[in-house]
């Protein structure tokens, strides 16, 4: 198993539905990716939102698709729990590094866009994502229903507090 925080603070982030949210995870060893849960809340009410996760390489200044997977979620009620991506294109074996996960939320019914959100931790100021030669996390400035096969790091907005959250994910591998 592997995870992109060793603590989940109580900090709920949304995002807009078709928008594509970009959070790095380091892989400290190489492991296998077949599934993986990602913590997240909803409203009350009956609920469906579609979300989709793609695991991502950074090669110069461009994002491109490993793999993805995705889920759609009916509920009513107010929960918090861990949900599963098990549906990825294929078993993968992930490689020691810096990799990326693209997240897309989509298809919400039932409430407003506020009723879902992903837990995690964010970093509480304005860093302006200023480290030499590596993107942290960002929203990209145009929505997308769907999770681009590859995406320019020119195309997120990077200098936020929102920008700077990180969704908690664990992999099993």
Not at 73 to 81: C, E, I, V, Y
Not at 159 to 169: A, L, M, N, Q, S
């Amino acid at each position: 198993m592997e995870q992109n925080l060793r603590q989940v603070n109580n900090d709920p982030i949304n995002f807009g539905q078709n928008s594509l949210y970009i959070s790095p995870i380091l892989i400290n060893d190489s492991i296998s990716l077949n599934s993986l849960f990602i913590l997240l809340s909803r409203g009350t009410g009956s609920k469906t939102v579609s979300i989709s996760i793609g695991l991502y390489s950074l090669t110069g200044s461009t994002f491109s698709l490993a793999n993805s997977g995705s889920r759609s979620l009916t509920f009513s009620g107010g929960q918090l729990g861990y949900q599963s991506i098990t549906n990825f294109s294929a078993t993968q074996n992930i490689s020691a590094g810096n990799w990326y996960f693209g997240i897309i939320k989509s298809t919400h019914t039932g409430g407003v866009n506020d009723d879902f959100s992903f837990y995690g931790a964010s970093i509480p100021v304005n860093i302006n994502n200023a480290f030499p030669g590596k993107i942290i996390g960002g929203i990209l400035t145009v929505t997308t229903g769907a999770l681009p096969v590859s995406v320019a790091t020119s195309g997120f907005d990077i200098t936020g507090t929102d920008e700077h959250f990180v969704p908690y994910i664990l992999i099993n591998a």
